[in-house]
Nanobody, 130 residues
Framework: QVPLVESGGGLVQAGGSLRLSCAASGRTFSNYPMGWFRQAPGKERELVAAVTWSGGTWSGVGTYYADSVKGRFTISRENAKNTVYLQMNNLKPEDTAVYYC??????????????????WGQGTQVTVSS
């Protein structure tokens, strides 16, 4: 297992910003595609954003975003710090959910469904007030 620990959630007004962080232990973090998911009450877990192991520096196509967050959210990774980030701007009340980071043990692309991932963090709550 490669434990994942999310941080950075909280309460913010609509239009505000938050940056989520997901720290992973393990020397081979840089080999793993990563994703951010969210789950609102009564709804299924959905992908927010995903990133390849290299973040695009190797393949040139490094990230994927759900249509609902394109242009507002940015996923990035800093392999030297074993950390993946989700910068969330112009937040909306419908972004309210528990946000989870996830890791897939291998693969050269990004991955867009929950079963693609092997390890999950405990989640961090994001609440956007109107």
């Amino acid at each position: 297992q490669v434990p994942l620990v999310e941080s950075g959630g909280g309460l913010v007004q609509a239009g505000g910003s938050l940056r989520l962080s997901c720290a992973a232990s393990g020397r081979t973090f840089s080999n793993y595609p990563m994703g951010w998911f969210r789950q609102a009450p009564g709804k299924e877990r959905e992908l927010v954003a995903a990133v390849t192991w290299s973040g695009g520096t190797w393949s040139g196509v490094g990230t994927y975003y759900a249509d609902s967050v394109k242009g507002r959210f940015t996923i990035s990774r800093e392999n030297a710090k074993n950390t993946v980030y989700l910068q969330m701007n112009n937040l909306k009340p419908e972004d309210t959910a528990v946000y989870y980071c996830a890791l897939r043990r291998g693969g050269s692309y990004y991955y867009t469904t929950a079963p693609d991932y092997d390890v999950w963090g405990q989640g961090t709550q994001v609440t956007v007030s109107s």
